[in-house]
């Protein structure tokens, strides 16, 4: 099914966009959209929406399928050291180690809330118990994305690309960039986080006849 496209009036098929949106590689746009719901548009739950989605590498579908539970243990007060689910694509058990910049997100939005329980949806709709739907979720992003002005389109994959760009950027093993991301070789990693698309615009850049 075609769907209308974040920036124009023309129709895109949503598997079409997932393979051609590209990271967040400013960091400085990075900050901009993880800040805009802290700062410019306050609303703790989009926060920690985008904290979650940049710093876990989770499919949207996966992340809005996530309870409390997952994360925080409701009778000691204090958040998981990893978050531990089957994701719903592949079927597969991943666990994913919560840093320090996703738990302080959760957290401040936890304390906005009057009380939570550990099967109770994290990401849920606004007076209501049941998970944002993926079309809310795009809307979040598309928002805050729209007032920044940045200059790509910027979807919830782009957030799970995000992650891997600047986890290679940083030097991580690529080795272990295939494992978080389940692909079958390095090359399709770099082609999915756009990788493969900076390293050829270097050779052009750096190769001055």
Known sequence: MATIGFFTNQPYRKE???????????????ESLKNFYLTEKPNLRNYALICTAVNTALRISDILSLTWG???QVESKRFRAHLEMIEKKTQKRTLIALNHNVIQALALYLESLPSVTEKQYIFTAKHSLTPLCREQAFRIIRTACTALQLPDPVS???????FGYHAWASGTNPALLV???????????????????????????HTEL
């Open 16 to 30: 079409e966009f997932m393979s051609t949106t590209q990271p967040i590689r400013n960091k400085e746009d990075l």
């Open 70 to 72: 997952t994360v925080y």
């Open 156 to 162: 919830p994959h782009s957030l799970r690309k995000t």
């Open 179 to 205: 494992s978080i991301y389940n692909h079958s070789s390095y090359h399709i990693t770099k082609r999915y986080l756009g990788i493969e698309q900076d390293e050829k615009d270097q050779v052009f850049l």
